[in-house]
């Protein structure tokens, strides 16, 4: 079956834009999780979602970061007025069962 | 709060040869212990786990791992590398009485495979 994938793959955007992330979980898994990966730095945790509802949101680095997941599937991470510190690979996540997540290909932001 | 240390950054090796890429968590809890391979422009791949029961853990691609609660690491190993594993490696941690499991990494072992 399908993996975790996400979209776009690669988004350059100018300081001060606005971005969203698409994340297409695996069809069935309940929980949903978005990382931020730094250069040469490993995954932070930003949100959690369980089904729809957004059970964690304590890793979100800023008021201009918001996510969603309306439907209990497809989830959008969005970002306000990006500065050049968001750059980063932003990973999602999503899990039947809490302890095995399954990730996708990441999208690599670069803000200019 | 919890916290991987992962403590070399680049570990680099020739083909064949034996590797173990170290791993140390701190946690004041019970946790859940994971081994995460990363290639380049791609997610993360599930390695291995430990959840409970026996202490060695063997996962994909010839890799396995021992937890080691006295010393608190879970180190991974391999006993003839390959060129294909080339990688970064990640270690990670989850509550293991927490009902949301969200991960805890180490920032990454880089593994360099020469001929």
């Known amino acids: 079956g399908a993996g975790v994938s996400q979209s776009p793959r690669y988004k350059v955007a100018k300081r001060g834009q606005d971005v969203a992330l698409r994340c297409d979980p695996i069809?069935?898994?309940?929980?949903l999780f978005w990382y931020q990966q730094a250069l040469g730095q490993g995954p932070e945790f930003l949100t959690y979602?369980?089904?729809?509802?957004?059970?964690?949101k304590s890793g979100l680095p800023s008021d201009r970061f918001f996510a969603e997941r309306p439907e209990g599937s497809v989830s959008t991470l969005k970002i306000q007025r990006t500065q050049q510190e968001d750059s980063a690979v932003y990973l999602c996540?999503?899990?039947?069962?809490?302890?095995?997540?399954?990730f996708g290909p990441g999208t690599r932001l670069t803000v200019l | 709060a919890q916290s991987v240390t992962q403590l070399d950054s680049q570990v680099p090796v020739f083909e064949e040869a034996p590797v173990e890429l170290r791993c140390n968590y701190s946690?004041?809890?019970?946790?859940?212990l994971f081994w995460y391979v990363q290639y380049p422009n791609q997610g993360l791949q599930l390695l291995l786990k430990y959840l409970s029961g026996s202490t060695l853990v063997k996962g994909i691609n010839g890799f396995e791992a021992e937890f080691n609660k006295s010393q608190t690491s879970f180190h991974l190993r391999k006993p003839s590398v390959h060129i294909s594993d080339t990688a970064e490696y990640f270690c990670?941690?989850?509550?293991?009485?927490?009902?949301?499991?969200?991960?805890?990494f180490g920032k990454g072992t880089k593994l360099s495979v020469k001929p």
């Open positions: 946690s004041s809890v019970s946790v859940y």
């Open positions: 979602f369980q089904n729809e509802a957004q059970l964690d």
């Open positions: 996540a999503s899990s039947f069962r809490y302890n095995e997540q399954f």
């Open positions: 069809s069935g898994h309940v929980s």
């Open positions: 990670a941690v989850s509550d293991h009485g927490g009902s949301q499991g969200n991960l805890i």
